[in-house]
């Protein structure tokens, strides 16, 4: 019977711990990705010349409880199903980074219980208070923040004329991730990919609003 098990044609190998970062990344990030721009984007064609590389809202972040679903909605040692997390001095750092090719939110080591290690291209489902919300994994040893943890906004963020826009929609991104969650849903329970799908649509209904 072994024999006849299928296996992916190509596994990315599981990294290992990542090591939490004691101090404000913001500066770690912006000179990962300035190399990134320097070396092998400036003449795509999707780049939004307007733009810069800059790391905002960087900050701590805790669960109360920690249980995400994984790609395959098994249970992961991290995230917050039921919403609770707060600020913290041991959380994990989230923050978004612009870049003249995407916007994104990101999720880095810190020590809380945000983080889960996982192999480059991997997906997980992160709660905060305004839902859960789809991050994917990256994993590069070499470079100066080796794990890390994005969610697309917007790629390529061509619809900004200007750096101060581009920041403004970052950090609207960053306000909504962290208001208030709504009323709890009476309605029969969904599964985690309907309400990562609604939770995910009405985060970017309130960027749009901002």
């Not at 978004?96 to 219980?113: D, E, K, R, Y």
């Not at 994993?139 to 080796?146: L, M, N, R, V």
């Not at 750096?163 to 609207?172: E, G, K, Y």
Request: charged content about 15%.
């Amino acid at each position: 019977m072994g024999r006849n098990v299928r296996k992916a044609a190509f596994q990315a190998p599981q990294p290992s711990p990542a090591q939490p970062i004691a101090v404000d990344p913001t500066p770690l990030l912006e000179t990962m990705y300035q190399r990134i721009w320097a070396t092998s984007m400036r003449d795509l064609p999707f780049i939004n010349p307007a733009l810069s590389v800059e790391a905002v809202g960087f900050r701590r972040w805790q669960s109360l409880t920690a249980s995400p679903l994984a790609e395959d909605n098994s249970p992961q040692p991290s995230g917050d199903p039921a919403g609770r997390s707060r600020p913290s001095a041991q959380g994990d750092w989230v923050g978004a980074l612009v870049t003249p090719w995407f916007i994104n939110l990101f999720v880095l080591p810190g020590g809380g219980n945000l983080w889960s290690d996982r192999p480059a291209g991997a997906r997980c489902h992160i709660e905060f208070p305004i839902g859960p919300l789809e991050f994917i994994a990256d994993h590069d040893g070499s470079a100066e923040i080796p794990a890390y943890q994005y969610c697309p906004l917007f790629a390529p963020p061509g619809q900004f004329a200007s750096q101060t826009a581009a920041r403004a929609a970052a950090l609207a991104a960053l306000a909504a991730l962290f208001s208030n969650p709504s009323p709890p849903d009476t309605e029969a329970p969904k599964s985690a990919v309907a309400k990562t799908g609604a939770s995910r649509r009405a985060f970017f209904r309130r960027i749009a609003k901002g």
